[in-house]
Structure formats: structure tokens, C-alpha cells
């Protein structure tokens, strides 16, 4: 294959990988970068899908162990093998990264092994071998952000990494960050045993998440025994033959504690992978926090050169980039390309789930926004009672003289699927009225939505 392309991808992530395969399909010639010896990035190797599959087996224990007999269903008390939970987890990741493998393959597209630098606008250094492409795109994600002074041995003091790949469930897990990925993860072995705590510097969980969701999901999440340190930060770890000893200060000052804990996840967030690509060299644009600068085309500030996904400005999510990516492959190949910030979902993928697009109460309240809310509870749907899965709700918020949708916050059992209705909702610019007139199946969750809606500026019937 020669070395003159249309497009070279950094990265082979969700951000990277719908990009490279929307450009081979609209005729591009594409070759893509990475480093490491599978395919997908952070998200389908150590992320989101692993950590998926250990939540969904969790789930699955946690329901043998506590809802099972309520139904009728005698198995014994079931036991965890997490040599096996591990390659059920490993599986997953292999069916997927190969799947994306596959994609390459159909889609003619080169998987250049190895790490690059950008030696010159449209040139490439992987190894010994330079490559010359007419655009450039970096979509090298993000790593896990760090604490000093405390070391990340990926064995007892882990990060995202380590904490799926534990080889016994630990009696006691303490985490360090109160966001999607600690109670996701904090969920997992909490299920299986270990006894969580969480270390929290802001007064309250999931920061920029709607405030009543968090105060109902905190409360959940303590019925599960989650313990909570708020207001409060890790200063030092302590390695002992016994395990780990923690200390833990108030975020605003004061006296310090010490906790003793088997394992601690740092999960205080992920910062922008940008180091190692030659980027100041070439004279490419970075923020403080170490992310590509891009116009509204993802364009940086040198020719030939663009960016998406984590190693931007933006939500650290995967759905997000790949929106990114497969804009950005539209443009260079003369199409039209769009990604619309107002409506990327997020979802904490714990039981019950929490899901949210759009506006908060609070963001609305600071613009000055005058709004409508339609609220709905989980317990009073026939199907969540049926499944006694009746912890949560779903509420709308919509703009009180257009009635148009601004926000959607969703917690209950498959709120991650739910949200999706009010995304395309939202995407078309409907009103809770819209949401209210649709026909939805029954029985069924999503009809939380429909009565949350009628519930806006009227009343839900089932209430």
C-alpha cells in the first residue's frame, strides 16, 4: 500500500475508529494508528465495555442473591468465581475489539502499528517509517488523571484498569472520586461483597448532575451500603502488610482521619492523552488542561491537522466522540456533518441506573430560564411494580411558554435506554405535549415518560 493517503487517524478508540470507517465508506483512503495490540482504545479494552460486563454479572448475582426467592426461584445460595466473572469480562472485550478488527478489514482500511508523532502538517512518523496523508486527525482519548503522591501499583492501589481486573473481591474498597466511573465500579464488587466507601472533595456525587437525582440516587446508594465521605480528600496512602491505611482530610480544613481499606480506586477523572505527538513542535494549540484546541469544524490551528473525541474540549464520553468522529469524516469527504451538544445523553450504568440529557434544574435556574417540570415515580408504573424494580423516577423540564423539551433526568431500572426517547425528542425540538400524545406500549417502563410529560403542564393519569 503506498504511504500517499487522504486521511490518518490517531488513535483507534470510538472517536477514532467511526472515523476512519466513515471515511473508507465515503471513498477516502484511510489508515489508522495504534499503539497497543488490540483495537477500540480505552472504552472497548479497560472502559466501557468491560466494566459493563462486570455490571451486568454483578446485577445478575445481586438478583440471585436478594430477589430470587421473593419470586418463587430456589437455586441456593449462589458463589462468585471471579476467575471466571474475569474471562466472561475478557471475552466480551476480545468479541468486540476483533469486531472492529473485522471493520478494517471490510472497510480497506491499514492498521499502522505503532506509536506516532506528527513530524510536519500531512507527515507521520510511526517507527521507521514515515507516512504522508493530505489530513491528519488525533483521537488518542484520554488516560486516568492522578493523585500525588500516591503511586498507582495497579494491584492494591488501582485505577479504572486494575479495578477490572481484580483477582478476589476485597473486604474493603475505598474510592477516591464520587463520579460515574467509582460508583460503577465501587457497584460492582460492592455487590459481590466488599464492603464501599466513597471519598468525595464537593459536597455531593456525580457533579453537574441534576441535584434532586443525585439527592434520591445518594440515598439509594446508601439502602446498598455505600458509605460516603463528603466534602472530603485523600492525602496520603499507606502500604502495611494488612492492607492500606488512608488518610482522609476535609476539603475545606481540619482535622484528618485515618481509614484502613484492602484496595483504593483513584477515579478523580481522566485527562486529555495529547503528550508524545510532537503537537508544540508542529505548533498545534493546547489548553491548560493539555486538550487540542479545534474550531467548530475540529479543525486545529494548523492546515491539515484536526482533533475529536477525549483529546478535546467537552463531556469524556464515548457517544460523544464517535458523533465527533463521524462528523469530521463527513466534512473531509464534502458531506455535510453535525454534532448537536444540546442533546448528548449521560448514563451511570449502576442498579438502578441514572440517565440525563439536556438542561438541569440548576443550569436553568442560573440562565434565568423559566420552565415547566412533569415528574413521574417508578412506583407508580405497572410494569416496574410487577418486576418490583420501583426505586426512581423520570423528570421532564420544559420551557414554560414553548413547552419545548430542555431537559430530561431519568433514574430507575434501564434508564440508559429510557433517556434515549427523550433524545429524539429533543433532537427534533418537541414539547412535553408531543412526548404526552404518543402511543406507548403498555406495559412497559418508557411509560414513566409519557406520564412525566402529561404530568408538565397537566396530570399524569396514574397518578
Given at each position: 500500500?503506498?504511504?500517499?493517503?487522504?486521511?490518518?487517524?490517531?488513535?483507534?478508540?470510538?472517536?477514532?475508529?467511526?472515523?476512519?470507517?466513515?471515511?473508507?465508506?465515503?471513498?477516502?483512503?484511510?489508515?489508522?494508528?495504534?499503539?497497543n495490540?488490540?483495537?477500540?482504545?480505552?472504552?472497548?479494552?479497560?472502559?466501557?465495555?468491560?466494566?459493563?460486563?462486570?455490571?451486568?454479572?454483578?446485577?445478575?448475582?445481586?438478583?440471585?442473591?436478594?430477589?430470587?426467592?421473593?419470586?418463587?426461584?430456589?437455586?441456593?445460595?449462589?458463589?462468585?468465581?471471579?476467575?471466571q466473572?474475569?474471562?466472561?469480562?475478557?471475552?466480551?472485550?476480545?468479541?468486540?475489539?476483533?469486531?472492529?478488527?473485522?471493520?478494517?478489514?471490510?472497510?480497506?482500511?491499514?492498521?499502522?502499528?505503532?506509536?506516532?508523532?506528527?513530524?510536519?502538517?500531512?507527515?507521520?512518523?510511526?517507527?521507521?517509517?514515515?507516512?504522508?496523508?493530505?489530513?491528519?486527525?488525533?483521537?488518542?482519548?484520554?488516560?486516568?488523571?492522578?493523585?500525588?503522591?500516591?503511586?498507582?501499583?495497579?494491584?492494591?492501589?488501582?485505577?479504572?484498569t486494575?479495578?477490572?481486573?481484580?483477582?478476589?473481591v476485597?473486604?474493603?474498597?475505598?474510592?477516591?472520586?464520587?463520579?460515574?466511573?467509582?460508583?460503577?465500579?465501587?457497584?460492582?464488587?460492592?455487590?459481590?461483597?466488599?464492603?464501599?466507601?466513597?471519598?468525595?472533595?464537593?459536597?455531593?456525587?456525580?457533579?453537574?448532575?441534576?441535584?434532586?437525582?443525585?439527592?434520591?440516587?445518594?440515598?439509594?446508594?446508601?439502602?446498598?451500603?455505600?458509605?460516603?465521605?463528603?466534602?472530603?480528600?485523600?492525602?496520603?496512602?499507606?502500604?502495611?502488610?494488612?492492607?492500606?491505611?488512608?488518610?482522609?482530610?476535609?476539603?475545606?480544613?481540619?482535622?484528618a482521619?485515618?481509614?484502613?481499606?484492602?484496595?483504593?480506586?483513584?477515579?478523580?477523572?481522566r485527562?486529555?492523552?495529547?503528550?508524545?505527538?510532537?503537537?508544540?513542535?508542529?505548533?498545534?494549540?493546547?489548553?491548560?488542561?493539555?486538550?487540542?484546541?479545534?474550531?467548530?469544524?475540529?479543525?486545529?490551528?494548523?492546515?491539515?491537522?484536526?482533533?475529536?473525541?477525549?483529546?478535546?474540549?467537552?463531556?469524556?464520553?464515548?457517544?460523544?466522540?464517535?458523533?465527533?468522529?463521524?462528523?469530521?469524516?463527513?466534512?473531509?469527504?464534502?458531506?455535510?456533518?453535525?454534532?448537536?451538544?444540546?442533546?448528548?445523553?449521560?448514563?451511570?450504568?449502576?442498579?438502578?441506573?441514572?440517565?440525563?440529557?439536556?438542561?438541569?434544574?440548576?443550569?436553568?435556574?442560573?440562565?434565568?430560564?423559566e420552565?415547566?417540570?412533569?415528574k413521574?415515580?417508578?412506583?407508580?408504573n405497572?410494569?416496574?411494580?410487577?418486576?418490583?424494580?420501583?426505586?426512581?423516577?423520570?423528570k421532564?423540564?420544559?420551557?414554560?411558554?414553548?413547552?419545548?423539551?430542555?431537559?430530561?433526568?431519568?433514574?430507575?431500572?434501564?434508564?440508559?435506554?429510557?433517556?434515549?426517547?427523550?433524545?429524539?425528542?429533543?433532537?427534533?425540538?418537541?414539547?412535553?405535549?408531543?412526548?404526552?400524545?404518543?402511543?406507548?406500549?403498555?406495559?412497559?417502563?418508557?411509560?414513566?415518560?409519557?406520564?412525566?410529560?402529561?404530568?408538565?403542564?397537566?396530570?399524569?393519569?396514574?397518578?
Amino acid at each position: 500500500m503506498a504511504d500517499a493517503l487522504d486521511l490518518v487517524v490517531i488513535g483507534s478508540g470510538p472517536a477514532g475508529y467511526e472515523c476512519a470507517i466513515k471515511a473508507a465508506q465515503l471513498g477516502l483512503k484511510v489508515a489508522c494508528v495504534e499503539k497497543n495490540e488490540t483495537l477500540g482504545g480505552t472504552c472497548l479494552n479497560i472502559g466501557c465495555i468491560p466494566s459493563k460486563a462486570l455490571l451486568h454479572a454483578s446485577e445478575l448475582f445481586a438478583e440471585a442473591v436478594h430477589a430470587f426467592p421473593g419470586m418463587g426461584i430456589n437455586v441456593g445460595t449462589p458463589k462468585i468465581d471471579v476467575k471466571q466473572l474475569l474471562a466472561f469480562k475478557d471475552e466480551a472485550v476480545t468479541g468486540n475489539t476483533k469486531g472492529i478488527e473485522f471493520l478494517f478489514k471490510k472497510n480497506k482500511i491499514e492498521w499502522v502499528k505503532g506509536e506516532a508523532r506528527i513530524a510536519a502538517p500531512g507527515k507521520l512518523q510511526v517507527g521507521e517509517r514515515v507516512i504522508e496523508t493530505k489530513n491528519i486527525v488525533i483521537a488518542t482519548g484520554s488516560d486516568v488523571a492522578r493523585l500525588p503522591g500516591i503511586e498507582i501499583d495497579e494491584k492494591r492501589i488501582v485505577s479504572s484498569t486494575g479495578a477490572l481486573a481484580l483477582e478476589k473481591v476485597p473486604e474493603r474498597l475505598l474510592i477516591v472520586g464520587g463520579g460515574v466511573i467509582g460508583l460503577e465500579l465501587g457497584s460492582v464488587w460492592g455487590r459481590l461483597g466488599a464492603k464501599v466507601t466513597v471519598v468525595e472533595f464537593l459536597d455531593a456525587i456525580l457533579p453537574g448532575m441534576d441535584g434532586e437525582v443525585v439527592k434520591n440516587f445518594t440515598r439509594i446508594l446508601k439502602k446498598q451500603d455505600f458509605e460516603f465521605k463528603l466534602g472530603s480528600k485523600v492525602t496520603k496512602v499507606e502500604k502495611q502488610a494488612s492492607g492500606l491505611k488512608v488518610t482522609v482530610e476535609p476539603a475545606a480544613g481540619g482535622a484528618a482521619t485515618v481509614l484502613e481499606a484492602d484496595v483504593v480506586l483513584v477515579a478523580i477523572g481522566r485527562v486529555a492523552y495529547t503528550d508524545r505527538l510532537g503537537l508544540e513542535a508542529v505548533g498545534v494549540k493546547t489548553d491548560k488542561r493539555g486538550r487540542v484546541e479545534v474550531d467548530a469544524n475540529f479543525k486545529t490551528n494548523v492546515d491539515g491537522i484536526y482533533a475529536v473525541g477525549d483529546a478535546i474540549a467537552g463531556p469524556m464520553l464515548a457517544h460523544k466522540g464517535m458523533e465527533e468522529g463521524v462528523a469530521l469524516a463527513e466534512k473531509l469527504a464534502g458531506h455535510y456533518g453535525h454534532v448537536n451538544y444540546e442533546v448528548i445523553p449521560a448514563v451511570v450504568y449502576t442498579s438502578p441506573e441514572v440517565a440525563s440529557v439536556g438542561k438541569t434544574e440548576e443550569q436553568l435556574k442560573a440562565e434565568g430560564v423559566e420552565y415547566n417540570v412533569g415528574k413521574f415515580p417508578f412506583t407508580a408504573n405497572g410494569r416496574a411494580k410487577a418486576n418490583k424494580t420501583t426505586e426512581g423516577f423520570v423528570k421532564i423540564l420544559a420551557d414554560k411558554k414553548t413547552d419545548r423539551v430542555l431537559g430530561v433526568h431519568i433514574i430507575g431500572v434501564n434508564a440508559g435506554e429510557l433517556i434515549q426517547e427523550a433524545v429524539v425528542a429533543m433532537e427534533f425540538a418537541g414539547s412535553s405535549e408531543d412526548i404526552a400524545r404518543m402511543c406507548f406500549a403498555h406495559p412497559t417502563l418508557s411509560e414513566a415518560v409519557k406520564e412525566a410529560a402529561l404530568a408538565v403542564t397537566g396530570l399524569p393519569i396514574h397518578m
